[in-house]
């Protein structure tokens, strides 16, 4: 590689690092947090604990007594976390009928059914954390911005990989030069950093520029092939009757033998067709417990079901969350991730005060270069 | 035995990352022994740094140009 090429690519690598380095700083510590949100909710105890035996009203009854509360809104889901929170589901309830503006009102489903005012899911401290890390509070713009954030990351370690060839080609992998100046002694330590991170740094960055475009991959999944199925119907009113509610989710967990239900998606809102619930089923084992099975269910005849083929774009999504967030591989991934975040934010640090010293240093010779020019022309005078 | 400068230079980073991308990826595919095995393999980029902090190879180093600490 000649010397110009790399040191265009050199200032790829520092100029990305540099602008995304405050951005950086805000996902690494919210990151940081992400990884314990298990364990951090559960200490916090988010959702109070609810008499998970006995006998349960049904889901429909659920999105009824959810729905009491603001007759005005439409439910465009139901949810249900039963590792969490037993004996709980979420029903969003929206304004606009979408996905996105909706608020999940917790419903216990003891006795007659009650809806849990004090469970605020999106107030909760790990929620506002998640609103941070993953859209800065500025929901879609602050997505797709931080997707440019983490594409920049991206390249910042492409390049930087591209350029430890040429600055490294002399000197074994690891090597700390202590006995040099201090900005020589930093260098070292974000070669080394960057060098052995490089793998786990792509993988968190590359799934973040998915995830940040996960918004709108469903919105386009959603308005393409689901849509289509609902087509047929396009002309009938939206069936707001959804006492076939836990017949469809029963025929849709029957289709794909065991699986149990996460998320339905009801008649109306942006993920289903006016006549029809999708159900998103999760289980299995191995890669298949991360990738969700979706079933089509006829809110009319509820045993009308049809499986639906996620494409390899939401697959990709549904994989990038775990790859993301660590928080898949028990304690001690969780205990891993959270020194790599520590060490990713040296390497940041690192880099930051690499970039500004340099620029000082070169700043002092230019002002050194000067002087002894002057100096030169006033002895010659 | 003498190996080509490319290999030298990235032989242990791309083994590094290598090893560290496949233990993500196990961790995603099992439970049990398969978890303990990815995070053994995810923690080895973690134990190369704190390898090289603890041994002190600043004598060893030879001195040449660096274009990250020249500017």
Redesign the interface.
Known sequence: MSPST??KL?AIHRWCGIIVSLNFLVLALTGLILVFHDEIDAALGVVPPVAAEGEKISIARSVEVARAKDPSAHAVYVFQRPEESPGVVFVGLSNTGRFRDSRPIAVALDGDGRVLDQVVLQDTFTSIVLQLHAELFAKLPGRLFLGLVALAVVASLVTG?V???????????????????R??LL?DI????G??????N??VASTGVLLALSTLLFQYWAATEIGALGARYAGEPTVTEWSTLDAGIAAAEQSVPGRHWSLVALPGSDFASPRHYTVSLEGGK??DA?LPAYVVTDAVYPDAVERVQAPWYIEAIA?SE??HFGN???L??KI?WS??TL?TLGLSITGVW?FFS?RR??RARGEDQKRAASDATRAAA | MTSSPGLRVYGVPALLGVLSIGGLVLALTGDGIVDAVAVILVTLPLAAIVRSFLRGRASSAPVTSDPESQD
């Open positions: 790399t040191r050199l990989a350029v430890y060839g040429p600055t490294m080609r002399r000197f074994a992998f690891g090597l700390l030069r202590r006995d040099r100046s900005r020589t260098a974000h070669k080394l950093v060098a052995a991170t490089f793998g786990w792509l993988v191995g890669l991360h994989l775990p790859l898949y591989g028990g001690p991934l891993v020194g790599f060490v690499i340099g240093a070169r």
